[in-house]
């Protein structure tokens, strides 16, 4: 695709779309809008232009439209595969100041928001009606980064993605088009399912302008239990056994040894340096769960762990479970001089001990390296892989492991990646992933999106 660049008459056109301060090309914001989490290259975009309504989204994307000039939406930038990087410059629209939480329906068990609601502060809002919104991915998400990224996190195990979560949406199409999409009732089989087609399209197919999410009870209850195993083999198949004794676990996390000793340095804990699995039940009542943890306890005791911790108080179950959220940022914290990349692959249950085999293989041999940090139940692994800053030796080498470790996916029946999104970083797996199916996926973003400005260099292979 050919796209123009920004003429002084597209800036004046845009500018009046908007008020002034809501529209920059000044070189701090470009600069803040070139890249997100990633390791993938900074790219700026031309112009950047914070929307406040579905009426002036769609006035701008008309226009870009009319006149070949990229649109990439932005959240908060937390991204791990270059997703919102505007790879061919254009515009960014940044959602941070389309966040407000608009209605919520308790009965209904719904709430409507503007995309750039942050998905922390609509928990805090909800947490006093006793309930929540489940996906978590850790960072400071915004919910139309969630939905575009169809993101997860360590609780998708039992209450699922964000793909589970979106009821409807308000979107503006590619022509400038507002679609409303969806319904507010709790199921449906009526027609096309583009609720869907939307979620997990990287902002390909169209730009979201509202969301209606859907909302669960917060439990009364919970507990938790640290596990540590002689191998990350043998947690995989306790992993598996929990899984199918129908426990329900509400988390299921493995970490390798080195990232435990990480947490232990940084964030002063005592947990044993082996692979550790943390488990969490959400329930009624503490009778339940305790019964449930002492299931939980014979199967990994059976499958022979090491050490079965449980009684966890809340405030201990935070500090782990926070220690292990923030793991990403710790690792960064720990290699000041490295440049950080975390790659996020996904394969059958069954498989995923010889996924997890083949990526401690791979990391020892070629002595870089590597931290492993599992949403185990969902059979999804993070390989955090740290390399000196400019070393093209090392990064070759980390490339290199990579692409085993995906390949390795890949042909264990899995996917490229379980959450982060293809973005970047991942296009060149999609026709082995996909096969014919990718062309399917073009005709698809042809038809959305003819002139291909929505977010180009994303998704498709070049
Ligand atoms: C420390 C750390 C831990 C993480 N852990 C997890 C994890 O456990 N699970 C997980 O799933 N992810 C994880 N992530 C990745 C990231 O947080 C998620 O992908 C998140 O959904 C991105 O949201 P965002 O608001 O930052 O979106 P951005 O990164 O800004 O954008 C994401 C995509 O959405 C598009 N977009 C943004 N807004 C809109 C809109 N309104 N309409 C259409 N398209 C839009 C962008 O163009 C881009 O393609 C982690 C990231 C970090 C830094």
């Known amino acids: 695709m050919k796209f123009n660049p920004l003429t002084e008459t597209d800036i004046n056109a845009l500018q009046s779309m908007v008020d002034t301060d809501r529209f920059s090309t000044g070189q701090s914001v470009l600069n ?63 959602f941070s100041r389309m966040n407000r939480i608009l209605e919520i329906r308790e009965e209904d068990f719904q709430a409507d928001v503007e995309p750039g609601v942050v998905y922390q502060d609509l928990n ?5 009606r006793g309930l929540f919104f489940p996906p ?5 998400a915004t919910i139309g980064g969630m939905i575009a990224n169809n993101a997860s996190g360590t609780r998708t195990v039992y209450y699922g993605s964000t793909k589970d979560y979106v009821l409807r949406l308000t979107a503006v199409m590619a022509n400038g088009d507002i679609v409303e999409m969806g319904t507010r009732s709790a199921k449906t089989s009526s027609g096309y399912d583009l609720i869907h087609l939307m979620v ?29 195993f002689p191998s990350v083999e043998v947690a995989g198949k306790a992993v598996f056994e929990i899984k199918r004794s129908g426990l329900n676990p509400a988390a299921l996390e493995l970490l390798g040894p080195e990232a435990v000793a990480l947490m232990n340095r940084e964030e002063n804990l005592d947990l044993s340096v082996a692979p550790t699995l943390f488990i969490e039940f959400h329930g009624i009542t503490t009778g339940q769960l305790s019964e449930v943890l002492e299931m ?14 449980s009684g966890l108080g809340r405030a201990e179950r935070n500090r782990i479970f926070k220690a292990r959220h923030g793991l990403g940022e710790t690792i960064t914290r720990s ?3 490295c440049r950080i990349l975390s790659t996020d692959v996904a394969v059958p249950n069954t498989r995923y001990p010889e996924l997890i085999e083949t ?104």
Not at 124 to 128: A, C, G, I, Q, V
Not at 296 to 306: N, T, Y
């Open 359 to 462: 990526i401690h293989r791979e990391v020892d041999a070629h002595q870089i390296i590597g931290y492993t940090l599992s949403h185990a139940g969902d059979g999804n692994v993070h390989l955090v892989v740290a390399g000196k800053k400019g070393d093209r030796q090392e990064w070759d080498k980390i490339d290199r492991v990579v692409d085993t470790v995906v390949s390795r996916a890949l042909a264990l029946g899995g996917t490229a990646t379980g959450e982060h999104g293809v973005g970047i970083g991942k296009r060149k797996y999609m026709a082995t992933e996909h096969g014919a199916s990718l062309q399917w996926m073009q005709r698809l973003k042809s038809l959305f999106d003819p002139n291909g400005i929505l977010n180009p260099g994303k998704i498709f292979p070049e």
């Open 32 to 94: 803040l809008h070139a890249k997100d989490q990633s390791s993938h290259p900074r790219s700026r975009p031309e112009a950047v232009i914070w929307p406040l309504s579905a009426a002036e989204i769609s006035n701008i994307v008309k226009y870009a439209n009319a006149q070949r000039i990229p649109i990439t939406g932005w959240g908060s930038g937390s991204s791990l595969e270059g997703n919102p990087i505007p790879v061919r410059h254009g515009i960014v629209l940044d």
């Open 136 to 140: 978590d991915p850790g960072a400071r």
């Open 335 to 337: 290699h000041p001089d």
């Open 296 to 309: 939980a306890e014979e199967i990994c005791r059976g499958q022979g762990c090491l050490e079965f911790r």
């Open 124 to 128: 805090d809002k909800l947490k006093h």
């Open 200 to 228: 997990g399209s990287e902002g390909t197919l169209g730009i979201v302008a509202r969301a209606t999410v859907r909302l669960t009870g917060l439990p009364p209850e919970f507990s938790a239990a640290v596990v540590t």
